[in-house]
């Protein structure tokens, strides 16, 4: 009974832990903790009718612009609030700003009370969004970080809850020599990224011009350092603002480069050429001799993009000209179980492990069920499905002397007083012979093929395009695209790759005319921006 009675007189209640800030790679701020407050009402000490206090504090819990019937619902609301029996504490609003909580107070309203709590905060608004995620309620009403790095970092954001004891007397009164107890809240680890803010910057503005100029209606683009796998910029359109999250539809949350996939095209032909010189099956030199016109494989035409066709092409002519044909004879070199066991190296078909919640991966066609359809068809990218940051995984293996990165966002972890790396993770995939011979190819397609008259004179790029029709209902559509352009620069000496995606553009379907360009625009300011020098 005594212990009974030890326990109502026992107030506790959880210290919340400071939330970890998410840095870019020069230091400055992507998402911050910044204090705010929590508005209460002491119920026994109001003195004013809960009426007027309602009308009084009301207007400041709304978004300007307001409409008088949301001034009326919040009135209620807080009337029901400051008027209840059966409490003499009562919570009327989290998280308000300093300057509201400055001008409440200056009200002087007898039984209002505020209390220090902690809100998140994104100093460049909308920027990366899809990247940072954002933090809202889960359940029970705590804060808890959904999507991307806000997501996945969770656990490491959020630090551990610390827990306050202290002994009251019958009236509610900390008794001063009875007893008290604390368990200290560890602050949330911070996030130091890999994500360039010059670059990110220069990514947006450009992608959201082209987007506008093409008239597509979205459009994803990722920088990263092949030798590495770090993540130096990665923007999608629409995109949302992480701090006002709840005025955008669950739709706007995803990120398309690491949950959408998608047929890649053209772009694919590198991987398949790559695992063919390889297995050693083909030579950049080795003739084509089925590329003389349309191919017939089971009850399907196989057709080059532009009807056109080059009897005896060699497999660099193949690249450059992007002829189906051509593939399905390298697709048929290779065979299905070898292109299948090759796709595999590559990542092709699961999760990169990208340090970002919400990725997801399209499975492969299940090894040894493979027709000839759809070893032809895969040969030049349909019927196989990828996401974004899966192809920029994949491909910069080809820019990287044949190792495989892991695409990661965040370089180091940082507490008090301590610091972790992340360490890259790697793994060998194909030859550094055939990486050259690639590397050669893509050389040759940037230069001289559909896309060349957007190539800048004098820098090397490796690059390819891609123009893949959308699959609806058991069809492809020829009126929806998606235009790609992936490609890495220097060739010899890879300081960047980047993909650029723009889905269904209406000036053009063709990848040459819409993304090709916005890459080469890009890559303009990543030239200068890595010192990268034209040749001669």
Request: aromatic residues 10%; negative net charge.
């Amino acid at each position: 009974m005594a212990e009974g009675a030890k326990n109502q007189r026992q107030l506790g209640r959880v210290v919340s832990a400071p939330r970890g800030n998410i840095f870019s790679s020069d230091g400055s701020l992507l998402a911050a903790r910044m204090d705010s407050w929590l508005i209460y009402a002491s119920l026994p000490d109001m003195i004013k009718p809960a009426s007027n206090i309602a009308e009084k504090l009301a207007p400041f819990f709304l978004k300007e612009p307001y409409e008088r019937s949301e001034l009326l619902l919040e009135i209620d609301r807080l009337k029901s609030l400051l008027t209840r029996k059966e409490v003499v504490w009562v919570p009327l609003k989290h998280k308000i700003s300093a300057e509201i909580k400055n001008n409440i107070e200056s009200l002087g309203i007898e039984g209002i009370g505020f209390e220090r709590e902690e809100s998140r905060y994104y100093p460049e608004a909308s920027s990366a969004a899809h990247l940072l995620g954002f933090v809202g309620k889960d359940p029970q009403g705590e804060d808890i970080g959904y999507f991307g790095l806000e997501g996945y970092y969770n656990l490491s954001l959020s630090g551990k809850s610390g827990f306050l004891s202290q002994e009251n007397d019958a009236q509610g009164i900390p008794i001063l020599l009875g007893d008290y107890s604390e368990v200290t809240a560890i602050r949330g680890v911070d996030l130091i990224t890999h994500l360039d803010k010059s670059i990110q910057l220069s990514v947006e503005t450009k992608l959201k011009e082209a987007i506008e100029r093409y008239g597509a209606k979205a459009g994803t683009v990722v920088v990263a350092d092949p030798k590495t796998g770090a993540i130096l910029a990665m923007a999608s359109l629409p995109s949302y603002d992480p701090l006002q999250y709840y005025d955008f539809g669950d739709e706007y949350f995803k990120n398309p480069a690491i949950s959408d996939t998608f047929e890649p095209g053209s772009v694919f032909k590198v991987l398949i050429m790559a695992s063919a010189l390889d297995a050693g099956v083909i030579e950049p030199e080795t003739k084509c001799d089925i590329c003389s016109g349309p191919l017939r494989v089971d009850k399907y035409l196989i057709e080059t993009w532009n009807n056109k066709y080059f009897p005896d092409s060699t497999m660099t002519d193949v690249i450059v000209n992007s002829d189906n044909v051509g593939m399905v004879f390298v697709g048929q070199k290779l065979g299905a179980e070898k292109m299948y066991d090759y796709l595999q190296k590559f990542g092709i078909g699961r999760e990169t492990g990208i340090d970002l919640q919400g990725e997801v991966a399209a499975a492969l066609r299940k090894k040894g069920t493979w027709s000839i359809v759809d070893l032809s068809t895969a040969s030049f990218g349909q019927g196989v499905a990828v996401t974004p940051i899966e192809l920029v995984k994949a491909v910069s293996a080809l820019a990287n002397a044949g190792v495989l990165p892991t695409p990661q966002i965040v370089d180091k972890l940082s507490g008090d007083n301590w610091e972790e790396d992340i360490k890259p993770k790697m793994q060998k995939v194909i030859s550094e012979e055939a990486v050259n011979e690639i590397t050669a190819m893509m050389v040759e397609a940037a230069k001289n093929g559909e896309a060349k008259w957007t190539n800048t004179k004098g820098f090397k790029v490796a690059g390819k395009t891609g123009t893949a029709q959308i699959p609806i209902q058991g069809h492809y559509d020829a009126e929806k695209t998606i235009a790609s352009f992936i490609g890495f620069a220097p060739a010899d000496d890879a300081k960047f790759i980047m993909l650029v995606m723009l889905r269904e553009p209406s000036s053009s379907p063709w990848a040459s005319e819409t993304a090709a360009p916005l890459w080469y625009l890009i890559a303009k300011d990543l030239f200068l921006y890595f010192g990268i020098q034209p040749e001669n």
